[in-house]
């Protein structure tokens, strides 16, 4: 798609990578926060990528963001899980380290991991948008602007989807939550798409011309915060609130971002985190409604 530059939003909100427990934790703040009288949701532009794009569609659709203290994929020890591959997460990460290494071609390289990896388990693709769309519990695309971000895993091109795009919802926020060596691409009009944080982390950039901007970034204990600066300064919004995870909040996260076992505690966490949160919130929120 192609974004207009020139676009001014009030309130834009802007939902990082964070892995299964960083949605969780996420989706706690965020109930937490409607409690306090903050509606997240209510943002006239959100940015969601992988993790974000989960909470990003559970927020604009106005979800009940309780049901997700404990969703049942993450609750029943039981159900199917897909490992993640120590291999294949090393090769890209790999990539993704190399110095000098051209972004683009980072991708490519990065996409043709993913698509070597995929072919071995053509089931998991079926899996990932059940369980994506269990998550999310919508399908229509919402009415308040909504954009996904997702790469191309043949030819490394970033996409960035919204609702005029024509592609499904739940196809939009599996792709964008596609990282390699944890879930396969997914396959939107013949084509495979991988995780929406490989074009830019936390992709604040998609942003620009808002005048107050909240970004929650649930990998912001992992990271150099440099990258996400320099975004910021790209944007260039008048007023900027940036939020990470608690210490108790991480140590809730513990070392596997995937952990299954480690959703209730993460989501608890974040619920916990959201008095302290909207403190901070609240002022810059309230007057950007009254722009």
Known sequence: ????????????????????VGTAWMTGLAA??????????????????????IVGALLTTDQDLDRLAAPAEAADPRAPRREADPAVLGAVFAVLGEAGLEAGEARRRVGRIALDHASCDPAAEQALLAGRGSLIGASPWP???LLIPAVDAATGEP????????????HAVAASSAF???EPPVT????????????AGTNADLAAGAHTLVV??????????????AHLRAVGARRVVTMGPDEEAVRAFGADLQDRAAWRPAYRAGLAQACAAADRLRPVWEAASLR
């Open 1 to 20: 798609m192609n974004l207009d530059t020139g676009a001014t939003y009030g309130r834009a909100l802007v939902l990082g990578p964070g892995g299964l």
């Open 32 to 53: 937490g926060l409607r409690r306090e009288g903050i509606a997240l949701g209510e943002a006239d532009l959100t940015v969601g990528t992988s993790a974000g794009a």
């Open 143 to 145: 009415r308040r602007r």
């Open 159 to 170: 996409v960035v989807w919204d609702g005029a795009a024509g592609v499904p919802l739940v």
């Open 180 to 182: 390699p060596g944890a």
């Open 188 to 199: 939107v009009r013949g084509r495979r798409y991988m995780d929406g944080a490989l074009r």
């Open 216 to 229: 929650i970034e649930p990998l912001a204990h992992l990271f150099p915060r440099e990258q996400l600066e």
